[in-house]
């Protein structure tokens, strides 16, 4: 346990037996659902502590952040063709059903996001709002294979300031706007301390799931299942240099969902840190809203009270 840090650990079982990890920031609340938070490909559960504990403390509400099998504290899998977004799909379903959560918000980061358009399809009614970081139903073939060029092989630093040296020095071009205490939370979010150095905190078998990728040719969409997401209120983030989500896959997102509000983050690449700047006031906002069009609906109401009588008949 580590309540005093703002969160508790929670474990339990996947469908095969695996044992899987996730954090829990504050408490039920009727009056809100709780936020569910799924990190990117060889991410966990830490990338969402800053932004968790805001919604938890700020927003009031219930935050269970993940960690897939084979990151974090989850435990890695033998078999490394389960590393797929349908099975993860299948584990997260079955975490909501051990902590009793029948709907829920969700942040997607990435895989995460990919992961709540295979939600989508298998359990649709638990998804009753959806932020997207920095994924859509198009993803970029040399997008990917950049994420691979850095994953393989993956360093190991002795010492801290050398992790953050490395990932500033591999990243720093597509986040100019990061401060050094962002690059400090990315470091401690993504490494752990072991007796052969810092590692980073996911099995290494991993990056064989990225073998065999092709940049030259696309790869298949989801836009079938971002279409059955029409019903959800939707918030999409896109890094303002991402070479993952492009500015085109966005529009046409923003062409074929009715209730969808956009953001791009100046000065971040893939995938923003989302609780930087007003993102954490934004993302809180969109929920409290209840959509996009909520939120059009409050900024309208908000215009007639102060325009009153001046206002045109």
Same mark, same amino acid.
């Given at each position: 346990?580590? +309540? ?24 039920? &609340? ?39 099998? $084979?990151?974090? /504290? ?5 078999? +490394? ?44 009614? =638990?998804?009753?709002?959806? =932020? #997207? &970081?920095? +994924?859509?139903? =198009?993803?970029?073939? /040399? ?20 992790? =953050? ?40 078998? @991993?990056?064989?799931?990225?073998? $065999? @990728?092709?940049?030259?040719? !696309?790869? !298949? ?17 896109? $890094?303002? &240099? ?5 500015? *085109?896959? #966005?529009? /046409? ?14 000065? /971040? ?5 989302? *609780?930087?700047?007003?993102? !954490? ?20 109401? *908000?215009?007639? &009270? ?8």
């Amino acid at each position: 346990m580590a +309540i005093e840090q703002g969160f508790s650990d929670f474990f339990y079982a996947a469908p095969d037996g695996l044992s899987l990890h996730a954090r829990i920031y504050g408490e039920a &609340n009727s009056g809100h659902w709780p936020v569910v938070c799924l990190p990117g490909l060889t991410r966990n559960c830490r990338d969402f502590h800053e932004l968790a504990l805001f919604l938890s403390v700020q927003a009031k509400r219930k935050v269970v952040a993940f960690d897939y099998r $084979g990151r974090g /504290q989850s435990a890695y899998d033998a078999d +490394i063709g389960h590393y797929n977004v349908g099975i993860e799909a299948g584990d997260i379903l079955a975490g909501l059903a051990a902590l009793s959560i029948e709907e829920a918000a969700f942040i997607g980061t990435s895989r995460g996001g990919l992961i709540i358009h295979v939600l989508a399809a298998m359990r649709p009614a =638990v998804l009753k709002a959806i =932020v #997207l &970081n920095d +994924i859509g139903p =198009v993803i970029e073939a /040399q997008g990917l294979a950049h994420i691979r060029s850095y994953l393989d092989p993956t360093p190991r630093p002795r010492a801290y300031a050398e992790v =953050v040296r490395s990932l500033r020095g591999t990243h720093g071009a597509d986040f100019p706007a990061l401060t050094d205490a962002d690059w400090e939370r990315m470091a401690s979010a993504l490494y752990r301390e072991t007796k052969e150095g810092f590692l980073p905190d996911f099995d290494p078998k @991993l990056v064989e799931t990225l073998t $065999g @990728l092709d940049p030259s040719r !696309p790869l !298949p969409d989801l836009w079938p299942q971002f279409d059955a997401l029409a019903a959800v209120p939707m918030l999409v983030i896109r $890094g303002a &240099n991402s070479k993952l989500l492009s500015a *085109e896959t #966005l529009e /046409q997102m923003q062409t074929r969902h009715t209730d969808i509000e956009t953001i791009t983050a100046d000065g /971040q690449g893939h995938a923003p840190f989302l *609780e930087t700047g007003s993102l !954490p006031g934004s993302i809180a906002g969109f929920f409290r809203s209840g959509g996009a069009a909520g939120l059009a609906r409050s900024n309208a109401r *908000e215009l007639r &009270n102060l325009l009153g009588s001046a206002a045109p008949s």
